[in-house]
Structure formats: structure tokens, C-alpha cells
């Protein structure tokens, strides 16, 4: 959101209320999605071996299922509600892509068919979390879409799915005794490792070029500034293991803010 509110800024463009609506609408997406896991993990037995991710509060027995899928549908709905205000400011194409969203988040450990049990998550989780939540924010605040939008997504995105691939590191054993098939459980640990390394990389790699090609101007290149904040979390994800992997999650999370405020500044200094 702070990436796509950011170009929207440099391209004069930037609509305050539009980007907190924005802001909101991924908030309560992310509070959706997690409150889905934490039911839909439990219900098919994905929670009773984990012992190193944060407390879950339907395996924990704290509330109950139904209250769970209450709040999960409460979420979506006013994210949905937003979505609709959205869409009278921007056009109906932001009707079937926020609807898009919500089910990607529900379907990721719910359905017929839980796209985080057959090694889809890391794919969807850089459509919904990085490419449609840059570009849409831009595109509810221009009005339009260019190279600038999607190509500014794409790092973002990257640094974003890295959150995912820590959490399935850390919880490798325990998915693969309850048959979550993730990256991590169908190609090893060593693979997860390589696989964080190469979206961190990728994503401050890619930004050189696309400068250079004008997609970008130059100033997006303050966001290599975070590269200390990168390299302190690969070193957590390549040293450690099962619980102390938390700190890399919370400070993948941490860069990914990070590497968006400094674009955000990048962009602002050099129009």
C-alpha cells in the first residue's frame, strides 16, 4: 500500500482518504486471512504439532470455531464494504478483483482445495499481497495503470511472499506430519533458504534496471538502504532454525515497511 500510495505521490496524484481506504482494505485482508488460518489450520489438524509459530486461538481453545469464522466473515465483509466505496470512486473492475482477493485469502488453508496444501501460496501471496495490493492502490488514486505500477509491485511482492517462506521454514516438521504440502515441506529446507534469498535479491536487484529503463526514477534506489535490514534477516533464515526464525519473520515484515518508506522517500526527492 505504501509502495503504490508512493507513486501515486510522485505522479501528483496521491488522494489522502483514497490511500487510508486503501489501508485499510489490506489491514483488514490480512486480519481475515489470519483469522481463516487459524480456523481452517486447526480444523484440518495443521495446528495440533505446531509449537513455534505465535499462539493460535482456536487450537488454544480460546474461542470456539464458529466464533472464529464469525469474526473471519465480519472482516471480509467490511473490507468488502470499503471495496464497494472503492469501486464507485475507481470503476466496477475493482468489484471482481477485491472479490478475487477474498477468496484467494479464505481458499489458502479453506476449500475443497487450500492453495497453502499444495505448494500455491508463495504464488498468490505475490498476486493479492504484492502486484494487485501496489498496482490497485495506485490505480484507485490515478485513475490508470503503467509499467511504473506493476514493475514497483514486483519487489515489494517478492519481499513479501519471503514473510511466508520464513513462517514455512519454521513450521516445516509439523506441516509435513499433517500433510501441508508447502514449498518448504515438498523441497527441503536448503531449497526454502534459497528460495528467501533469491526474492530479498531479486527484489533490490531489479530496481538498478528499471531505473535505468526510466520506468523508475533514480531515486527509488534509496530503498537499497535497507539492504543492512535484508542481509541481518538472511543470516537469521540461514543459521537458524523451528522458533528462533521468528525474529526473521517479524524483521521480513519490518523490511518490507522499510524498503516501502524509502521508495516512498526516493520518489519524493527526485520527481
Given at each position: ?23 485499510a482494505v489490506a489491514l483488514l485482508l490480512q486480519i481475515g ?239
Open positions: 500500500m505504501v509502495a503504490g500510495s508512493a507513486l501515486a505521490l510522485h505522479d501528483r496524484a496521491f488522494q489522502p482518504l483514497i490511500a487510508l481506504a486503501c489501508l486471512s489470519n483469522l481463516a488460518n487459524d480456523v481452517f489450520d486447526f480444523e484440518r489438524g495443521a495446528d495440533a504439532r505446531r509449537s513455534h509459530g505465535p499462539l493460535r486461538v482456536t487450537q488454544s481453545g480460546l474461542l470456539p470455531p464458529a466464533e472464529v469464522k464469525t469474526g473471519m466473515w465480519t472482516t471480509f465483509a467490511l473490507a468488502g464494504l470499503i471495496g464497494l466505496g472503492l469501486a464507485l470512486r475507481a470503476g466496477w473492475v475493482v468489484l471482481p478483483v477485491g472479490a478475487a482477493a477474498i477468496l484467494a485469502a479464505i481458499a489458502y488453508t479453506g476449500g475443497p482445495f487450500p492453495l497453502g496444501y499444495y505448494g500455491l501460496g508463495d504464488l498468490f501471496v505475490f498476486l493479492f499481497f504484492g502486484v494487485t495490493c501496489v498496482a490497485g492502490t495506485y490505480f484507485v488514486q490515478a485513475g490508470r495503470l503503467g509499467p511504473a505500477a506493476w514493475w514497483t509491485s514486483v519487489p515489494v511482492g517478492l519481499i513479501i511472499v519471503g514473510i511466508l517462506v520464513v513462517n514455512n521454514l519454521r513450521d516445516l516438521e509439523s506441516d509435513r506430519a499433517a500433510g501441508k504440502h508447502t514449498l518448504a515441506v515438498l523441497f527441503g529446507s536448503r531449497f526454502s533458504r534459497g528460495e528467501y534469498l533469491a526474492c530479498l535479491g531479486a527484489a533490490f536487484v531489479c530496481l538498478p534496471p528499471l531505473c535505468a529503463a526510466g520506468v523508475l526514477p533514480w531515486g527509488a534506489l534509496l530503498a537499497w538502504l535497507a539492504l543492512p535490514l535484508a542481509w541481518k534477516q538472511a543470516r537469521i533464515v540461514f543459521t537458524q532454525e523451528g522458533k528462533t526464525l521468528n525474529a526473521a519473520l517479524g524483521g521480513t515484515g519490518q523490511l518490507a515497511l522499510a524498503f516501502s518508506l524509502l521508495l516512498l522517500v526516493g520518489l519524493l526527492l527526485v520527481p
